[in-house]
């Protein structure tokens, strides 16, 4: 061993033996790090707390600056773990100042008698993971070394300031202060030229008071910011009735919503109202100054959808124009860059109408950057401004900040956080790091932490990690670790949260854009609280799933696994499904299961809007059949897509896939015909696809009068509606037409066998279970008919065959056929190409609105059949021309719905 690592290890042994032996170190005293103390120290853990601030506090401890309060509201925002807590103390006003909190948290430490453990003024600057003691060795900065069973950072999402990138910050002779290290002591600003750099929740907050103060005040903003009025005042009277009602009903609720303060989910659609119903929504949300209301209140797609969030952006834009005078500063007020909610929005006192005031200018910094800090003030690329005062409102190296900012954080094996954090932050749940034994982190990255109400998150993870550290005390454990496995899988299911809302859309620094250099990602949770506290439960009810835990006199126990596969949205729905304890379909007969399917569509949001949806009846061999036109906004004439609905050749009609139908058309921008093919029991093998031909022969022919483009048609079909696309196809091929230039399957039946893999591991748990798939067997096709290519197409001629855009989903049992089929074809020489969704059961793509983790596979689907049209856009240029524009009414048909 070299000699310089004999002295090391000889020193660190010293510092070892030195150290203080605590079961337990918290770093932190801020709202999670005083809950943990007091939950750890009443169950018997020695514990200890450093904290670099004077005193308890956390962020209210250190943000002092004027005008700083809770945007949450403090009813909200106030520990629930004891009720008799919360009953000795009532908030003076709905969003309480920095003072007032602070008190609180300080009125919380002398109740539990927590300050006697807290060393204050003590700044952790090291951990080191020892794995011979499997014990924590913590460094402090005033000398002090502590060892410690387990390590828990309750530093803080939002404690670590981010330092000035601006030249010359230090030349400035006149006074500097940063919203998040504000004084103790009064600043008076009478008087005074001040500046204030920044225009997030802090500078918002503060500008308005500083304004009433200074001589002048100029802002330097670089982003304007979404900010709602906050119509401060006594505590909402709603809301506390809402709370004395049922304290306990109340506080569950916040824990299971969204965001950590209980509100239900909207289930409206902006699509659904009209301008002035929405306007009316926006109005309320306005006058009742609450972020959480105007972020979940307004309608279902506002988050998830960028045109659905447009329309918030519009009527915020309207507001600021409304209330700033003049036009040029209300335009660089009115934020265009980001989606509202994106970027974390602020709750503000007069805000907008301060640059009404004649003593304050705005400096739009994308007009003219700052190119520096001088001895005499700030100057931009245009001009000077002489300045006695800069105030940084410059924000935090968010979430990571605190946590890096403890260096080096070494664990197993030597490995280096920094190192292992490189590229953005990797954590299980976001509480633990493989590699790390024993370390916790309260509000880590990849927790929903600062996408909530955060009290109620930091108590979640407090009572999570504590609860654990008592089952593994009863059980002999010492170490937990998290699996590289179960990480990860959480990477994986973070990424695929953050697709489901428009965080990822800006650059903030919740995706920790706002400091140079640093790894670009969202770093928050974004699946909601509710779903989390779900998942963190369900890895103990599974045995802590993803941990590797060991102890002197024990077996080691590692249930490695990653706790969800399945897309965040559709884990959702399987939920909700379960929870109402549904009837096996199978169960209730033909005409029972129908009529449920139909209630079960009557729920589900209704489709977007589309140029035009027909009712009609066409003629086939046996009789009419109806269909549903669904008709793009654009001028036609457009390509036809022939639609066969799901529904085991059961149940269903023309209607019942209507939001994948308008969804389709819109993306497409094609003519959807989706047709009432017949269904067993009544009309058995081979009614369903013989119609499907047919009405496909007879579309074809008519495709003219139904205002489609002249040349082959597409079809496509989703289940039972892709085996009829599927034979359709080979159908037409055999029959000498129609001319089919493209077919999109989507999760179709393709085949007889039920022994593929995929019939087993998906056999009961994901809505389409192997059992509702016997039944629709049984009730459609006779034994011996099934394995006739036009009821098992993969046992058909394959060549020769349009080409084809297969959708598979990893959690159905028809995923295994499908792929069978997409190969076959593939094999025989038929262009295709096939998109498996991971993560996705069978009918994850025609929920449209429900599962928007659908929308990319959709607009993959879009893009394939609008390829497949182009390559056969045969027409000659007079042909085209000819139907340009042409009003065309379809066959016997009556306008249904617009
Ligand atoms: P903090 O309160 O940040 O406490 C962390 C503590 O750890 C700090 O005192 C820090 O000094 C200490 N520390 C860090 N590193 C070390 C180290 N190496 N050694 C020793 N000590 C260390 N959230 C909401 O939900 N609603 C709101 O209305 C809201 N308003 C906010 C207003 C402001 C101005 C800010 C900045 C944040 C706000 N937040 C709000 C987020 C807020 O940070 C959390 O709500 C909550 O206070 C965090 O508590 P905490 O205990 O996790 O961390
Ligand atoms: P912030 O939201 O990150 O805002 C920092 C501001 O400084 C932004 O406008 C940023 O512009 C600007 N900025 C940063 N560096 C700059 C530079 N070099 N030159 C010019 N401008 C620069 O930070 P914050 O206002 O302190 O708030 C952080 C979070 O704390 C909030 O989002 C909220 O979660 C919490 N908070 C809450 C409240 C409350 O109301 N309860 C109050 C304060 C804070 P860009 O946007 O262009 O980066």
């Not at 030249?167 to 001040?194: I, L, M, Q, S």
């Not at 593994?472 to 699996?483: D, K, V």
């Not at 269909?627 to 019942?656: E, K, M, N």
């Not at 499908?818 to 076959?824: L, N, Q, T």
Request: net charge neutral; with cysteine; proline share 6%.
């Amino acid at each position: 061993m070299p000699a310089a690592t004999v002295a090391a290890s000889a020193s660190e042994a010293t510092s070892a033996s030195r150290a203080q032996m605590m079961d337990v170190a918290v770093v932190g005293a801020g709202f999670a790090g005083l809950y943990l103390l007091h939950r750890l120290r009443k169950t018997g853990f020695a514990t200890v707390v450093f904290d670099e601030a004077g005193d308890v506090g956390g962020t209210w401890y250190w943000n002092r600056y004027p005008g700083a309060r809770c945007d949450v509201q403090t009813i909200d925002y106030s520990y629930t773990f004891d009720p008799e807590l919360e009953r000795s103390r009532t908030w003076s006003e709905r969003y309480a100042t920095q003072p007032e909190i602070l008190r609180y948290l300080g009125f919380v430490a002398d109740r539990y008698d927590l300050r006697r453990d807290i060393r204050f003024h003590t700044k952790v600057t090291a951990a080191v993971w020892n794995q011979e003691t499997e014990r924590w060795l913590l460094t402090t900065d005033n000398g002090g070394t502590v060892s410690c069973r387990y390590y828990i950072m309750a530093t803080g999402c939002l404690s670590s300031p981010k330092p000035p990138e601006i030249d010359g910050v230090k030349n400035f002779k006149g006074d500097v202060y940063f919203t998040g290290r504000w004084p103790h002591e009064e600043v008076k600003f009478a008087g005074k030229r001040v500046a204030v750099i920044g225009t997030g929740s802090s500078g918002i907050q503060a500008i308005p008071l500083i304004a009433e103060q200074a001589a002048h005040l100029t802002v330097f903003q670089r982003t304007p910011n979404f900010s709602l009025p906050a119509h401060n005042g006594p505590v909402s009277a709603d809301r506390v009735a809402l709370l004395e009602k049922d304290r306990a009903g109340y506080r569950e609720q916040a824990r299971w919503s969204l965001s950590g303060v209980p509100w239900q989910r909207q289930t409206v659609f902006s699509w659904q109202l009209s301008d002035a119903e929405r306007r009316e929504r926006f109005e309320k949300a306005w006058a009742r100054g609450d972020l959480v209301y105007l972020l979940t209140q307004l309608w279902a797609d506002q988050g998830v959808d960028v045109d659905g969030n447009k329309l918030v952006a519009d009527l915020f834009h309207e507001k600021i124009c409304a209330i700033v005078k003049d036009p040029k500063t209300a335009a660089a007020l009115s934020p265009h860059d980001h989606p509202v909610g994106s970027k974390r929005p602020c709750l503000d006192t007069n805000y907008y109408a301060t640059y009404n005031r004649p003593n304050v200018t705005l400096v739009n910094l994308r007009d003219e950057p700052i190119e520096s800090i001088t001895a005499s003030g700030i100057t931009t690329s245009k001009r000077s401004f002489d300045l006695d005062v800069i105030v940084f409102a410059t924000g935090f190296d968010a979430m990571t900040g605190a946590i890096m900012a403890v260096h080096p954080i070494t664990g197993r094996g030597g490995q280096s956080l920094s190192n292992i954090w490189a590229n953005g932050p990797k954590t299980y749940l976001g509480l633990t790091v493989a590699g790390f034994p024993n370390l916790f982190m309260i509000t880590g990255p990849g927790s929903p932490s600062v996408l909530s109400n955060m009290v109620v998150s930091i108590e979640q993870h407090v009572d999570w990690v504590v609860d654990r550290l008592i089952a593994m005390r009863e059980a002999g454990f010492t170490t937990i670790e998290a699996t590289e496995t179960a990480q990860a899988g959480w990477t994986r299911h973070r990424a695929d949260c953050s697709m489901l809302t428009l965080h990822r859309l800006a650059n903030t620094w919740y995706t920790g854009a706002n400091v140079p250099g640093k790894a670009q990602g969202v770093m928050p949770y974004t699946g909601g609280v509710g779903s989390y506290r779900g998942i963190c439960n369900e890895v103990v009810s599974r045995g802590m799933l993803g941990f590797r835990l060991t102890g002197p006199s024990v077996p080691e126990q590692c249930n490695d696994g990653e706790i969800v596969r399945l897309q965040p949205d559709v884990r959702l729905v399987l939920n909700m499904m379960a929870d109402m304890k549904l009837p096996p379909i199978e169960s209730l007969g033909a005409q029972g299961a129908r009529a449920f399917a139909a209630q079960l569509n009557a729920a589900r949001p209704a489709g977007r809007p589309v140029g035009e949806v027909v009712d009609g009846i066409l003629p086939s061999a046996d009789g009419p059949l109806p269909y549903r036109l669904y008709r793009p906004a654009t001028p036609g004439p457009h390509p036809i897509v022939i639609y066969f609905h799901g529904g085991g050749w059961v149940l269903g009609d023309q209607q019942s896939d209507d939001p994948f139908c308008r969804d389709m058309c819109r993306r497409t921008g094609m003519t959807f015909v989706s047709v009432g093919y017949r269904h067993a029991p009544e009309h058995r093998f081979p009614t369903a696809v013989e119609d499907g031909y047919a009405a496909t022969s007879w579309i074809a022919e008519h495709a003219t009068e139904f205002g489609g483009t002249l040349g082959p048609v597409l079809v496509a079909g989703w289940s039972a509606g892709g085996n009829i696309a599927a034979v359709t196809c080979q159908l037409a091929r055999d029959r000498g037409g129609p001319q089919i230039s493209g077919q999109l399957l989507v999760c179709p039946v393709t085949d007889c066998m039920f022994d593929r893999p995929s019939y087993n591991e998906n056999a009961t748990d994901y809505f389409l279970t192997r059992s509702l798939m016997y039944w629709f067997w049984d009730i459609y096709c006779s034994p011996a008919d099934r394995t006739n290519p036009r009821a098992s197409p993969l046992r058909g001629k394959l060549s020769g065959l349009p080409p084809a855009f297969v959708v598979t989903c990893e959690f159905d049992p028809l995923r295994d056929e499908g792929i069978a089929y997409a190969e076959g074809l593939g094999a025989a020489g038929v262009p295709v190409e096939q998109l498996k969704a991971r993560g996705h059961f069978h009918a994850s793509f025609t929920m449209v609105d429900v599962v928007v983790t659908g929308v990319s596979g959709r607009a993959r689907m879009a893009q394939a059949l609008r390829r497949f049209a182009e390559s056969h856009q045969d027409m000659t240029p007079s042909e085209k021309s000819v139907r340009q524009d042409r009003k065309v009414t379809p066959p016997a048909v009556h306008v249904a719905t617009g």
